[in-house]
């Protein structure tokens, strides 16, 4: 059983949002293309409390994109985004919901981000997928969305870590791409195993 796990389509990620990726909404056509070709589709919605310990606002003195060490470790700061109930966090209004069986929403708690799809940046903390994708007997997963340096990528990674069979597909991809954070990926997620797939290449 194949699954298609679709990161964070949501429209502060996407041109005009908070946070917005270059040519991030250019991942919803090839998305829903794909979507038919899977017997399990999920989203994940990142959905943070206002206040939230990513946001540079939260951190006096502290810019947008600083790096500082929370108790889990070196934390990116970002921009107020994907606040619960806005705008900014729901999806791209062109995005398949239909199809998708379910949602996985991370960030939640006020003090730890979570980039990935499996667990909280905490590194402990489950968010059920793996559990979800397990019971409906899905081996192979393929990845798409937003951003393919961060989110896509440490939900790419903890797959393979957790035993799947892992595919990104990179034109249904797009990346933030702060100092080289984009090719550290890519090497990363090549070593781990993961097939870089081009569709259009
Ligand atoms: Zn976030």
Redesign the pocket.
Known sequence: MKALIVI?VQNDFCPGGA?AVNDGDAVVKPINAMMPEFELVVLTQ?W?PSG?G?FASSHPGQNAFAVIDMPYGPQVL?PD??IQDSEGAAFHADLNVTMPAAVIRK?MRPQV???SAFFENDRKTATGLSGLLRDRGCRHLTFAGLATDYCVAWSALDAVRLGFDVTVELDACRAIDLEGSLAAALSEMQQAGISLNERQA
């Open positions: 964070d946070l990142d943070h939230h990513s970002w985004h994907c960030g981000d979570s980039y």
